[in-house]
């Protein structure tokens, strides 16, 4: 107490959500802290179940899918969002795998709105019958996502990109419930080769649905996209048409509905704040209840990481080694290390970099400035002008290697 | 989902006596050997000199006496004290992690 002047003896950390593929509704402006390391997170990702009718070959599940018997119990989930209430978390994603899947759906949505958590639900929406919906929506469901292949019109080509026969027509039905219900819809469409040239039709699709939001979200290439990219990988005229289109979109559409695009970072100069930021507002729950800072840092082999039956959330958010080893920008490498850009992307993804340099600590391909880069960005340019192998569906076992199927698969096969 | 609904705003005076509301959480996170606070949408990172003062604020208090306590600690003027505190307070009361 030896200062007179007027002093801030706490500081406070805002916490936001500001990019990436995890999109938060919550849209505050970044207040840059670099004093304070560690913020409360946002949003939490629970991925209810691996379970899931489609079997789309851009999925982001591991390709290690989790089994039924591992998966929390009911009460466990319980305990993960009074848990994430606690810890500051704002926000809940209840996805997958498809957690309708999930029979006791219902018991979470309930607790977590009761713990005063926001709830959205990300799902494919094959399995939902209307008054499954309605039902959610009274146990407290704030908000629905609903992923698309295609649109209607083209319900053949999204069905076969889904491995799901109906799945388009389906999906079309409960979005129309959706808003009846009168509950706030987004709609996300993985973009790649086989969609790509629907771009428009697909965001006029989702404002014919009632869509008060779409993502138009460019395939991110790990887990199964990654084992898919030369069949996904659009060439970079077809990408620089579709973003042309957002523009012009996003223009056209100003107050009727809120266009979300996630670029493909083959095609940046510079990487994506993967998760906005590792460790600082994001937490990814399996559905054996291994805690990760991004849904896909399972691929960083040399990470172990906790699980919420073993330990508080909060703890394992705050302590955690696998939260605590890429937060922040300590642990940086050059040319990250000094680069005036490592606050605004922390060096891109950490997957990336340990999958094509073996050190998850070094500068993402992605990046421009990465001495990797330009051999990196050659693969998406000549795949993707290449004939299209047939998809590797997303199925437990699907991703071993087998010998390849010499046709294209059918959703029938499945 | 950003809408509360609008209080009367809590000023602090010597007089008030505070206290932080039940879901306001301050802990010792041992793994830094620091204090945090935990508030619905935020984390607080409160100096040494922030946790003495919130460890005081229990309701029955007033802000005067915690000053009269940390000046005798401190062997420092009450008035620097009491008025450093009231800023304090105040600030972190129009946050909504302090009530009086
Ligand atoms: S991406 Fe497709 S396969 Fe993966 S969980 Fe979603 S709907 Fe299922
Ligand atoms: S060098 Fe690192 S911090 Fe700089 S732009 Fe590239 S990835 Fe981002």
């Known amino acids: 107490m030896n200062e007179t002047a007027p002093e801030k003896h706490v500081k406070e950390s805002t916490v936001t959500m500001d990019a990436g593929e995890m999109r938060c509704d919550a849209s505050s402006a970044p207040s840059p802290d670099p004093s304070c390391v560690i913020r409360a997170p946002i949003g939490l990702l629970a991925e209810l179940t691996h379970r899931c009718p489609l079997q789309c070959p851009y999925c982001s599940n591991p390709l290690e899918l989790e089994k039924v018997n591992t998966e929390l119990t009911t009460e466990e989930w319980q305990k993960v969002m009074r848990q994430a209430a606690q810890l500051g978390i704002l926000q809940v994603h209840l996805s997958g795998g498809e957690p309708t899947a999930r029979r006791d759906l219902e018991e979470i949505i309930t607790t977590a709105s009761e713990a005063g958590l926001y709830t959205n639900l990300i799902t494919a929406a094959v399995l939902l019958k209307r008054d499954r919906l309605e039902k959610l929506k009274e146990c407290g469901l704030d908000h629905v996502q609903i992923s698309i292949q295609d649109i209607d019109t083209a319900a053949e080509n999204a069905d076969r990109i889904g491995g799901y026969k109906g799945g388009s027509a389906k999906k079309k039905e409960v979005a129309g419930w959706v808003r009846e219900l009168g509950m706030p819809l987004t709609i996300n469409a993985p973009i790649h080769r086989h969609n790509i040239h629907n771009v428009e039709a697909i965001i006029d699709y989702a404002v014919s ?25 659009p060439t970079r005229e077809a990408f620089m048409e579709a973003a042309r289109i957002v523009e012009r979109k ?6 009727i509905i809120v266009i979300d695009a996630v670029v493909p970072d083959y095609y940046a100069k510079f990487p994506k704040p993967c998760m906005g930021g590792w460790g600082k507002g994001i937490i990814n729950i399996t559905p054996s209840g291994r805690v990760l800072p991004c849904h896909a840092a399972e691929s960083i082999t040399q990470l172990e990481f906790d699980n ?78 290449l004939a299209s192998p047939a998809f590797i569906y997303r199925r437990p076992g699907g991703a071993s290697p087998k010998p390849a199927p010499a046709k294209t698969p059918e959703p029938s096969d499945a | 989902m950003n809408e509360t609904a609008p209080r009367q705003r809590t000023v602090i005076s010597a007089e008030s006596k505070p206290a932080m509301p039940r879901y306001i959480k301050m802990r010792h996170d041992a793994g830094r050997d620091r204090w945090i606070i935990l508030a619905p ?60």
């Open chain 1, 250 to 255: 996003r223009e056209e559409l100003k107050g």
């Open chain 2, 41 to 100: 949408e935020r984390l607080f990172d409160p100096d040494p000199i922030a946790v003495e003062v919130l460890k005081l604020c229990d309701g029955a208090r007033t802000v005067g006496e915690i000053a009269e306590h940390l000046a005798k600690e401190y062997n420092a003027p009450r008035e620097d004290i009491e008025a450093d505190i009231v800023t304090m307070l105040q600030d972190l009361a129009d946050k909504g992690v302090v009530k009086a």
């Open chain 1, 308 to 385: 919420v039956k073993d330990r508080p959330l909060a703890d394992i958010w705050l302590n955690g080694d696998a939260f605590n080893k890429y937060r922040g920008t300590s642990w940086m490498k050059e040319p990250c290390r000094t680069c005036p850009r490592r606050e605004v992307d922390y060096g891109g993804c950490r997957c990336q970099a340990f999958a094509l340099t073996g050190d998850a600590a070094n500068t993402d391909p992605a990046c421009s400035l990465s001495p990797m880069h330009e051999e990196w960005a050659k693969v998406a340019d000549v795949e993707s002008h």
């Open chain 1, 209 to 233: 649905l009632g869509a008060g939001r779409v993502e138009v979200a460019h395939v991110q290439y790990y887990a199964w996209a990654l084992k898919n990219r030369a069949s996904l990988m």
